[in-house]
């Protein structure tokens, strides 16, 4: 499987878009971000991440959303396999159920399960706990959330978008839960590409209730890659002038697309 899935990343290296009569699963036709661990990446079906055993969750996960996966057929409650479970292809283990386990803190997606409805596989392995971090449940419901529809919302109107998301992992976070000792981050982060546009947006929200516009958090990739120490997008065309500049006008912050 894993394979397959290698061999299908260096077709896509070939391919230009998610208009193909053969949906493309792989994450990255941009490249990856940095590794601080080469060993520590895992590419699965339709994400890839960077593992961080000291902290026990991914450093950052990246896939790609496009328009024509936004109404999949899958869900949770309906497909095989979709529950809360270790991640098989962390050499070092990933954190587990019982980490969370009367915590009170939630099990809170990075790659949301509902951008992963348009296949099986995909959602299932959305599931996996590399792909969750701890979050307060008013944050996981409230702004974070905001922040995932409105991305499924450009991806409608933007047709492609690369994603990268995960936790601001510091020293101590804010401590840990469970017996193999999870950060809790103190904020999260999300970058976004939108080829269409030409234009990307960085996101950085403290891991607390609030409410705040999402228009409030946004940035700069360049910014977004001073505060987190990842290096986005890199190799791009026209880096250098994609990630010093956001131009919050050429977004759409609405419910509906402009016409």
């Given at each position: 499987?894993?394979?397959?899935?290698?061999?299908s990343?260096?077709?896509?290296?070939?391919?230009?878009?998610?208009?193909?009569?053969?949906?493309?699963?792989?994450?990255?036709?941009?490249?990856?971000?940095?590794?601080?661990n080469?060993?520590?990446?895992?590419?699965?079906?339709?994400?890839?991440?960077?593992?961080?055993?000291?902290?026990?969750?991914?450093?950052?996960?990246?896939?790609?959303?496009?328009?024509?996966?936004?109404?999949?057929?899958?869900?949770?409650?309906?497909?095989?396999?979709?529950?809360?479970?270790?991640?098989?292809?962390?050499?070092?283990?990933?954190?587990d159920?019982?980490?969370?386990?009367k915590?009170?803190?939630?099990?809170?997606?990075?790659?949301?399960?509902?951008?992963?409805?348009?296949?099986?596989?995909?959602?299932?392995?959305?599931?996996?706990?590399?792909?969750?971090?701890?979050?307060?449940?008013?944050?996981?419901?409230?702004?974070?959330?905001?922040?995932?529809?409105?991305?499924?919302?450009?991806?409608?109107?933007?047709?492609?978008?690369?994603?990268?998301?995960?936790?601001?992992?510091?020293?101590?976070?804010?401590?840990?839960?469970g017996?193999?000792?999870?950060?809790?981050?103190?904020?999260f982060?999300?970058?976004?590409?939108?080829?269409?546009?030409?234009?990307?947006?960085?996101?950085?929200?403290?891991?607390?209730?609030?409410?705040?516009?999402?228009?409030?958090?946004?940035?700069?990739?360049?910014q977004?890659?001073?505060?987190?120490?990842?290096?986005?997008?890199?190799?791009?065309?026209?880096?250098?002038?994609?990630e010093?500049?956001?131009?919050?006008?050429?977004w759409?912050?609405?419910?509906?697309?402009?016409?």
């Open positions: 499987m894993k394979l397959l899935v290698l061999l990343t260096i077709v896509s290296l070939l391919s230009t878009g998610c208009d193909h009569e053969e949906i493309d699963t792989t994450p990255h036709k941009v490249p990856l971000p940095a590794a601080i080469s060993e520590a990446v895992v590419h699965h079906y339709a994400y890839s991440l960077e593992y961080s055993e000291t902290h026990e969750q991914s450093r950052w996960v990246m896939y790609m959303l496009c328009a024509n996966r936004l109404d999949g057929p899958y869900n949770r409650n309906e497909t095989p396999g979709c529950d809360f479970h270790e991640d098989p292809y962390i050499k070092t283990g990933s954190s159920k019982s980490d969370y386990y915590s009170g803190y939630s099990r809170g997606h990075l790659a949301p399960a509902a951008d992963m409805k348009w296949d099986s596989v995909a959602l299932v392995e959305s599931f996996f706990f590399s792909n969750m971090s701890p979050m307060e449940a008013s944050f996981n419901s409230g702004v974070w959330n905001r922040l995932e529809t409105q991305v499924r919302r450009w991806a409608e109107w933007y047709d492609t978008l690369y994603i990268v998301t995960g936790p601001l992992l510091t020293d101590g976070g804010q401590g840990s839960i017996e193999n000792r999870v950060t809790i981050p103190t904020a982060y999300k970058a976004i590409y939108a080829p269409s546009l030409h234009q990307a947006v960085g996101f950085l929200i403290p891991h607390l209730q609030n409410k705040e516009s999402l228009n409030s958090f946004a940035m700069s990739i360049d977004l890659e001073q505060l987190t120490q990842i290096d986005f997008f890199s190799g791009i065309q026209d880096e250098s002038l994609l010093s500049t956001f131009n919050s006008d050429r759409n912050w609405g419910k509906k697309q402009k016409k």
